[in-house]
Every structure is written in structure tokens, then in C-alpha cells.
């Protein structure tokens, strides 16, 4: 089943003067196992629009179905919506509060009304699968730097066993070899589990290399929406909303301008070596 978003808009302080449009008629269909990046400028939507897909805000018009269902009719169970919607914060340590690591990831499962062992089970297998060591599991999570911080937060989320999972900036502050496991470990999960990805991120490189669709939001409304290839071809547009392609596109229309023969829309470095490759070898 999908996510489903009819005619969604989103009015903070809408009655008041004060009042602002952060999403505006927002159509969307989000399938099973797909891997999206989401990206725009700092207050274009993004991070209201995610907040609506677990229930966080409500949506001032329009509808959020998720497996068939309404998630606003009023019968309608919020607390297993984010159970199997999860949200993984910008900031883990806004999600980090027991005494240690273990704890921590239990306590979702726990709130979930499980059994001890199925609980401990489920921390455990979560813990396994961000690749976090087995030394730090009773360590206190604020002494963890800060991509063991950001494993030990998306493990929480995990052991509670969503069918999607929605990551807010995951590398912000890592450097290039604590965001490149990161996204690694993101990359196995789907994988192996077959999770809904939707994946936040200022990093046009990150999103060109991981992410089979793209969801460009521009005040308050999806700009564009295709795989990363379609929506980098539009470089100048993004440019003219505070984005940019990834530099490995801006090498490649520099080498097409110079007469090489290459295809100037590669977005990764392995398509860039590609094309260099037919011209040069």
C-alpha cells in the first residue's frame, strides 16, 4: 500500500494576521519500497510536509491516506500511524534520553506494549542492522559521537519495525567518512527489508547517488518530482530557488562545452567515469 496525499495545504497561524502558506495543494504518491530524497530551500515545506505523513501536524485542507485509511477520521489510530511511519530528527540527541544505548531502543517496542524479550529482541536486531558495536550498547548515548548518536536514533525508530522511514538531514555535522557509512547502512536496511525511504538532505550528491526519485519543494509546492537525472537536467531552475546539481553535472556541461563528447547529464561520479571513458579510451 502507499501514502497518499489529496489537495494537502498547511496554514501555520491561520487565524491570525501572522498567518503562512507552507504547503500549498500538495498531490502525492509515496509507494512501498521506494527510495525518495526530498530537497528545497530553507522554508520551502519540507519539513512540514514530512511532519504530516506521521501525524504530527494535521493538514489544514485536503486528505493523508496511508494503507487505504484517513489518517485524520477521528476512529483512526495515530499512535500505531507512527509506529509504522517513522521519523528520524535533524538532531539525534532530541531523541536520546536513557541512561544507555539498549534502553533507549527499547523503549518505543516497549510503549508498544510487547513483551520483555520481544522488546530486547527487537532493540537488538535494530542496534545490528545501523552497525552500531556491541560495546557501546550500555554506554550512556551522550558520551557517542555524533554518528554513533545518529545510529542509535534511527535504531530506535527501527525496532519499532515501520514500513517507512523518514530521515531528517542524517549526515548534518558528519564528516565525509561518518555521512558515507551512514548512507551505507541506509542503502542495506532498504536492501534487506524492503522499507519506504524518504530521505531529507541538503547534499545534491547524496540524493543524486542514493535516491530513485527526487521531490523538489519550493514555497510550499512540489517544484518538480521525476529521478534525479530529469530533475538536475533543470540546473538553472534550481539554481534560481536557492538549489544546485551536483558538481560532478557542472564538470560534465564545462566538458561538453569545451567540444568533449559527453552526455553533460551524469549526476554521479561512476556515470561521470563512464562517460569520459567512451570519449577518451
Not at 531523541?95 to 527487537?122: A, H, I, M, W
Not at 524492503?194 to 531529507?200: A, D, E, K, R
Not at 538536475?232 to 538549489?243: N, T
Request: hydrophobic residues 40%; glycine residues 8%; proline residues 4%.
Amino acid at each position: 500500500m502507499a501514502i497518499i496525499l489529496d489537495h494537502v495545504s498547511h496554514v501555520y497561524g491561520g487565524d491570525t494576521t501572522l498567518s503562512v502558506k507552507a504547503l500549498n495543494d500538495i498531490n502525492l504518491v509515496i509507494p512501498d519500497g521506494q527510495f525518495i530524497g526530498l530537497i528545497g530551500h530553507t522554508g520551502s515545506g519540507k519539513s512540514t510536509l514530512v511532519q504530516h505523513l506521521n501525524g504530527l501536524l494535521k493538514a489544514t485542507s485536503g486528505s493523508i491516506y496511508f494503507n487505504g485509511q484517513d489518517i485524520d477520521d477521528k476512529d483512526y489510530n495515530r499512535k500505531e500511524l507512527r509506529s509504522k511511519v517513522g521519523l528520524v530528527f535533524q538532531y539525534p540527541e532530541h531523541q536520546l534520553f536513557e541512561s544507555d544505548v539498549f534502553s533507549d531502543v527499547c523503549f518505543g517496542p516497549k510503549n508498544l506494549g510487547l513483551s520483555k524479550k520481544e522488546t530486547e529482541l527487537r532493540a537488538y536486531d535494530a542496534l545490528r542492522k545501523v552497525g552500531l558495536p556491541e560495546e557501546c550498547f550500555y554506554q550512556s548515548p551522550f558520551d557517542l559521537s555524533g554518528g554513533q548518536k545518529r545510529r542509535v536514533a534511527i535504531a530506535g525508530v527501527l525496532a519499532m519495525k515501520p514500513e517507512v522511514l523518514i530521515l531528517d538531514e542524517p549526515t548534518a555535522g558528519l564528516d565525509p567518512k561518518g555521512r558515507e557509512e551512514i548512507l551505507e547502512q541506509i542503502v542495506k536496511l532498504r536492501e534487506e527489508s524492503g522499507i519506504t525511504i524518504i530521505l531529507v538532505s541538503h547534499s545534491m550528491e547524496d540524493v543524486a547517488e542514493y535516491v530513485d526519485r527526487i521531490l523538489v519543494m519550493n514555497h510550499g509546492e512540489v517544484m518538480y518530482d521525476d529521478v534525479p537525472r530529469e530533475v538536475f537536467k533543470h540546473y538553472k531552475e534550481l539554481e534560481s530557488v536557492g538549489l544546485a546539481a551536483p558538481q560532478v553535472t557542472y564538470i560534465m556541461h564545462k566538458l561538453k562545452a569545451a567540444g568533449l563528447g559527453v552526455d553533460e547529464n551524469a549526476t554521479t561520479i561512476s556515470e561521470a567515469c563512464e562517460e569520459i571513458s567512451k570519449v577518451l579510451l
